[in-house]
């Protein structure tokens, strides 16, 4: 709870991350909150639905990654809706994976694109521009372009040495309090402190904090680890909102008001602008599915059709793996033939 007991408990393996997306579409006009957690015993990635009174798993199968995550961040497509995964890798993985209602209330999850930095990543997060911003310990925290289908586009927000971090950047998190008052919080691990970024002016760097435990004369947060922000009011101790900051030494978590981080740093939070109308589009359903191309990201693209003579069921559709060769595929969309 917001007072910081346990209410419930969920097994989950060794969960080294999680994140939650609030009020997913699904089918049916389901909505959900959908909980994805990074399980490290088989590098699983696991999916729960938050019931209100503790999380329920609805993964409709294992979903292995095949890498060690370290960090995980949802976010929701503007245009359609989509709930899409970024799984982060102790060896610079960026996985995006879409997850999707599998029907039974079970969500599954597929790939769509996956990017390599260097050294490892600690932890993401996504803004309301659709903008990932990722830690990469070492060397800084980058900015990429969520959407599957735009450049990646990386740039470097801030650097150790080079900029306003003493030497390891662990933790992320973002703010919305309206137009004026977006900001991106990091974790500067080694310093003890979190810095303040202003992504509407490219990341300009707007001040430290340390964080203490409640209580006069308590010892401040010595390594400040994984970050979450919630801008919403949450009750009088929290009226903008709420910073939630792991701290590594202590093994438990701290719950800082947004509005006390304002006042101390002579900032102002804002208030979350409400939340805008999907479109109304008319979608027409599709009858048939391809199975996907092995590639990752935009790797299918231009298809055309073999009409069979004399018997339609036994067409063809002929499509291009960009990335890799050609596919042809029966009317059921299954695969006759790659080259």
Known sequence: GIDGKRVATTPAGEVAALDIASGVRLGAGRVADVVAAVDTTGHFLRLFQNTGAGLVEVGARPLPRGFAGEGICLYQHRLDGSLHAFIVGDGGEVDQQVIFDAGDGKLDARPVRRINLPSPLKQCVVDNNGQVFASEETVGIWRFNADPEADVSATLVDAPRLGHIAEEVSGLAVHDGGPGHQWLFASDATAGRINIYDREKDGAYLGSFQ???????AETVKEPGLLFADSRPLGD????GVLLVND??????????LAAIGKALGLDPGKPAPAAEPPKVVAVTARVETVPAGSYGDAADDPAIWAHPTDPARSLVIATDKKAGLYVYDMQGQVVQFL
């Open 211 to 217: 964080v203490s435990a409640p209580g006069e004369g």
């Open 237 to 240: 101790g929290f009226p903008a």
């Open 248 to 257: 590594e030494d202590g093994a438990n978590t701290k719950l800082v008001s």
